[in-house]
Structures are given as C-alpha cells and as structure tokens.
C-alpha cells in the first residue's frame, strides 16, 4: 500500500510501512505481553533523553501533544505556584491558553516570532519576581521551527531554583538533549513526531523527586499526571484509562527503527541535510526563508510568500499535492508566509525532488505571467 502523498507537516508525519504493519494486530491493554512493551519503551524513552531511572521516570498520556502539555501544566503547579511563560509562537500561547483556562496564576514574557527566547530577559524576570516558581518554554516552535537557546535557558532557570517544563514536541527524539544533564524537570513529546510514530499519546520525562510532589495536584481525573504514573508504576505497564495499544506498537517499532537509524545523533544529521537541502532549493527557486539562517531548527522552516510572481497559497499547494507533498500553511498573523516540514520518513532523494518540482512549478508561473 503506497502514500497518496508525503507529508512535509512536523506531525502527523510520513511513517514507515514497518510502523504502520505493526498497528494489525489486536492486543489487551492489561494483558502482561502488552505491560512489558509498555515498560520497555518507557526506558527507551529515557535512553534517548539520556537520563537515568534513578533520577528520571517517563510515562505516557493518552491524547495528542497538547493534552500532555495540558496534563504537566495541570498536575505540577500548585495552587500557589505561578508559571512563567516564554513565548515566541503558537505553541507558547497555547500554554497560557492552558494556564488561563486551569485558573493557574501565571505571567508571559513575549518575543517577536523571528527571535529567540533571551536567556538575559528570562533571568532578570525570575530576579525580579520572586513569586514565579516554574517555567515553562517550547524548544522548537513549531509556529515559524525556530530554535529556542536551551541550554542557556534551563542554566538561568536552575541557577534561579525554579522548576522547568519543556515543550519539546517537535524535537525530541530529532535534536538530541542531554534531559538528566541539564536536569530538566518536565519534558513533554509525543508519538507523532521525531519518533516518528502515528498519533495517539504523548509523553512526560520527569524527573522523579518533582513528579512526586505532585500527588492531589491535579485539576482533572483523567489528565492527572501523577495517577497516570502511580498506576504505570504499581501495575507495572498498564495505563489508567483504555490505552491506544496499536500506537503503542506502532511507537515500540519506531524506537526500535530510531536505534537502527544510529539513534538521536543519525536523525538529527538527516533532519539537518534535509533542511537545509529543502531552504537551497527554495531560494534557487527565488524564495526567501522568514527566519535567519542561525536561528533554525533542523525541523521545519517557514518561507516568506514571494513577490517575484504572483503568488496563490493554494494554487501552489494543489500543484505540490497532486505532485505528491502536502506542505503547510504558515500560522503568522503578521506575515504571509508558509512552512514546509522535513522530518518523518523522508529523505534526501525526496527533498531533492520536491526542489525540482517547486523549480518546475515556480518557472511555469513566470512564464504564464
Ligand atoms: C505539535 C506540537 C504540539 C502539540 O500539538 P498537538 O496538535 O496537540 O499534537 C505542541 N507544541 C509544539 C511545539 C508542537 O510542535
């Protein structure tokens, strides 16, 4: 069975036919068969965080990304607590959207989307407001795929004893991250990402002794991070509510191609030549890339509308569509612009050949003009 197209969207994205062959079999959700699985993708999950099961735990959430984001933001801040919010895109704003609707307390600082996260501003925030007692920052933002300074936002974080809660979605398991050596304390990704499973959870690297403050925290049953891991512990494998065992195999096959594929460091090379193949193919072809060139994540770049031509956002993406990629719309309210994704299954050959074909498209609408 082949793809209608390939996805250049940062998740749901292109899967292996591996992946996919091994959602066709049924299996129960409290059966010990399954619970082992369970069990063993949640050390892996710690394996490529490179943290410890000493120091660390991981633990799924039933749901998409946003839900395991939601679940964190929900069960680990305290009625007293107060988040700091750092925010340069949707992604950061869907945060406070969280923190609004929890009725958590909580303040944003607020960069331009073609900036990163200033680790200076954050630190003199968290001096300033004493009251401030976690952080919460998105390490790709998706929004425009730039790539937040995480390293020295997490040392600022730390060195001021605040509790840090990354949104790495669309990073981990593509951008290696040291989670242990950093000391993360909360570190959320999902299944359809750089894992490259298919959707159906997200999950939680935590680290241990702050997930364990977190008992009766929670603003909601079934998004209660703390149950969902005291069930994942004590019945060894088995999830609160019904769990999506497919995926669950789907992700135990991805880890395993992930391992294959020479790990973190093997994909994040990949991801990095398809990027950058993708942004050279793009502006041969007269574009220009909304962000600065030290500013991008080897995840997915965003493209600015060009004026060389007249130019329809659609027109273009029925004719990449029927070509076979399905690119994204840009999510800017600013700036017209358009993203196209380069993790997943894809490869250099495949970047290659949609450059050839933007090349195609964009010489037929000059010649039409
Ligand atoms: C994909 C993504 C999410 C989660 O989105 P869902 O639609 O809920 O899967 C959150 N943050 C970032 C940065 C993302 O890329």
Known sequence: MSNPYLLLTPGPLSTTSTVKEAMLKDWCTWDHDYKTIVQQIRLQLLEVGRASKEHYTALFMQGSGTFGIESTIGSVIPNDGKLLILRNGAYGKRIEEIAKVLQISYVSL??????????????????????????????????TGILNPLEAVIDVIKRNNRIAIIDAMSSFGGIPIEVEQLQIDFIISSANKCIQGVPGFSFILCQRNELKKCKGRARSLSLDLYDQWDTMEQDEGKWRFTSPTHVVYAFAQALKELAEEGGVEARHARYCRNQQMVVEGLVQAGFTTYLAREFHSPIITTFLYPVHFPFSFDHFYHDLKS???????????????????????VHAEDMKKLSEQILRYVGEMKDEN
């Open 110 to 143: 607020i960069f331009d989307t073609n900036t990163q996260v200033d680790p200076q501003a954050v630190e003199r925030t968290l001096v300033e407001d004493t009251s401030i007692t976690h952080v919460a920052m998105v390490h790709c933002e998706t929004t």
């Open 323 to 345: 070509a076979g990629y399905v690119i994204y719309p840009g999510k800017l309210t600013d700036a017209n612009v358009f993203r196209i994704g380069n993790i997943g299954d």
